[in-house]
């Protein structure tokens, strides 16, 4: 069983940037797809990125980030990110990293989240 651990959330103001990291630990890392999700209260959870199982894997966004968040992995240590460029207001929420096994089906695992709030 692998654990997440968001950090990197905080307060910026519209137009700024943000790098959020997922640690994974207790299992192995290359073997889940990745993902990155994001809730706001009273909201469905959204879908934000995914990457595939290395570092070079294929890539994708839903299209209210698509230019301005890029998903990357680090293999060797163990990490996730996420780069949010050119924040804006309705970006507001907490974003939550999640494991899959496979790449068509839902996470089997997922952090805790981190608050990302960006004031107007």
């Known amino acids: 069983q692998i654990q997440l651990v968001e950090s990197g959330g905080g307060s910026v103001q519209a137009g700024g940037s943000l790098r959020l990291s997922c640690a994974a630990s207790?299992?192995?890392?290359?073997?889940?797809?990745m993902r990155w999700f994001r809730q706001v209260p009273g909201k469905e959870r959204e879908w934000v990125a995914s990457?595939?199982?290395?570092?070079?894997?294929?890539?994708s966004y839903a299209d209210s980030v698509k230019g301005r968040f890029t998903i990357s992995r680090d293999n060797t240590k163990n990490i996730l990110y996420l780069q949010m460029n050119d924040l804006f207001p309705e970006d507001t929420a907490m974003y939550y990293c999640?494991?899959?096994?496979?790449?068509?089906?839902?996470?089997?695992?997922w952090g805790q989240g981190t608050q990302v709030t960006v004031s107007s």
């Open positions: 990457i595939g199982l290395s570092r070079d894997s294929n890539t």
């Open positions: 207790g299992s192995t890392f290359i073997n889940y797809f």
């Open positions: 999640a494991a899959a096994f496979y790449s068509s089906r839902p996470p089997n695992y």
